[in-house]
């Protein structure tokens, strides 16, 4: 028996659900742009590799040509949407509270290392 004007379990459990919807809809938002920015690198990075081995093999300088540091540019790309599917699968019975906590501290690791590696990645390269 519920009391009168009180909200019922029914409706809590809805409301809960739309709140945890939110939390994952807008970090789905802030990973989305993070792995755009990652493809964004890999693209970039590839691209100025070609052209400089191209560059330095049509002058003679094979020894001088650069590898592709395959390894890092995917992790790059693959670090948040790892991160934040391992997030939501943490908190797929959690309140959109502790959804949200963890989803910030999802974010931030990735984000940790995320910046690590687009910092990383052209040293290497050293263009």
């Given at each position: ?20 919807i939110?939390v994952?809809v ?21 691209d100025?590799l ?58 931030a690791?990735?984000?940790a290392?995320w ?13």
């Amino acid at each position: 028996m519920t009391a009168v004007g009180g909200p019922t379990a029914g409706s809590r459990s809805t409301q809960t659900l739309v709140a945890r919807i939110v939390v994952w809809v807008v970090f789905a938002v802030l990973f989305a742009y993070m792995t755009a920015q990652s493809v964004g690198n890999f693209v970039v990075v590839t691209d100025k590799l070609q052209k400089f081995n191209e560059f330095v093999g049509s002058a003679g300088g094979a020894s001088l040509k650069r590898p592709v540091p395959w390894v890092w540019l995917v992790l790059d790309v693959v670090v948040p949407p790892l991160a934040y599917a391992v997030g939501v699968w943490v908190t797929r019975r959690s309140t959109a509270v502790v959804t949200a906590a963890v989803l910030v501290v999802a974010f931030a690791a990735a984000g940790a290392l995320w910046l690590t590696l687009q910092l990383y990645v052209p040293s290497l390269v050293d263009l």
